[in-house]
């Protein structure tokens, strides 16, 4: 179906993001194509895709991911936590388009990344067709915390003790970090949920 086609979009766009400039790009010029689903342009994408998951596997040199950083989990965070708040009617690949747009707007708001890049990112996701906003963000807890932000605790328990977040510092150029500003985190919750409003686009599960 197309939605799951869209969904594993983000895994190109994810490790493109933090080792590839190139291949960033190259996504960018055939955006089109590929929310038109064309064959051909597809086939380009899995294939340089997969070779950059590989080359990443193995020079790496923690193939096994015994560590804690995780670059091919950018965007995970909270991903996995949105996953979970919407009993999973959000596919993976969506959770972590989401995920990836909420880090992206951290690392801008951090000063890590300039605003050029960061509106190239979520300007590409959109136009692959990714809804970059779910409600469960904004899903609250007994006490009135929102229940995404357990997500940093739970992915700090996955990662066996270390908080390893990937951020970026510019297209194809990912970088760690081993915390997370909670008020910068919501800020940039409530940034991504006033582009959705202005958008005008609505959540359309199934399309």
Known sequence: PP??????????VKVALIRDSAFFNEIERGAERLAAFEPEAMQRLIYRCAELHMNHIATSGDPFEFG??????????????????????IRHGEAVATGIALDVIYSRRMGFLDSVSAERIL???????????ANELLHEDSSG???????????????????????????????E???????????SIHELHERHQQSGSALVVGA
Do not use: N
């Open 145 to 175: 915390s929102l229940v995404v932000l357990k997500g940093l605790e739970e992915f700090r328990e996955h990662l066996g003790g270390q908080l390893t977040i990937t951020l970026l510092q510019g297209v194809g150029r990912g970088f």
């Open 3 to 12: 939605r799951d086609k869209r969904a594993g979009y983000v895994e190109a």
């Open 177 to 187: 970090v081993h915390e997370m500003d909670s008020v910068v985190v919501l800020d």
């Open 123 to 133: 300007g590409l996701l959109e136009k692959l067709g990714f809804e970059l906003f």
């Open 68 to 89: 804690s950083a995780r670059p091919l989990d950018f965007g995970h965070w909270a991903a996995h936590k949105l996953e979970q708040i919407s009993d999973y009617r």
